[in-house]
């Protein structure tokens, strides 16, 4: 049985605001977002601590609380909270730099990489359902415009912050 928008309990109404002209993308990026946040409920995280353990699943090269702060666009206070909840929850601990004591680093526990790789393959499978569900779907297509359309937008960012 397919559930109605007005049905599933965290899906709110995205048609878009009067103020928001008809060929603009943002009414469609906060709609794929809300679809992913409520796909996201069934791990029982909140997204930010969700972000931050893929994020250390699939970059441990980025480790350093500042850098997957950096990384995931948080503020340094809210990484030290996710950190906190990933360490209670048994996902993740803070270890001594090898170089410099005053740093640290995040692994993640064996429980950590178990969930996060859970998470991602549920992200992928669940993405990838989707799009075979959407006959005339040309993937690579999609794939470059929107490609094109995130380089854009940073080309876009890049020439405002020179101004």
Known sequence: MTTSPAQH????DCHPHEQVPATSMLPLWRRVHQELMIRGQKWNLPTNVA???VHLHLHPE???PAAVAAANYFPRQTITFILDLLEREGLAVRQPHPNDRRRKLVVLTSKGKEKAEEMVRDMIAFES???RTIADVDL???QSFLTRYADALAAQNDRDLKA
């Open 62 to 64: 980025d480790s350093e």
């Open 140 to 142: 690579p297509r999609l």
């Open 129 to 131: 359902a989707a799009l």
């Open 9 to 12: 309990p965290y899906r709110r």
């Open 51 to 53: 972000m931050v353990l």
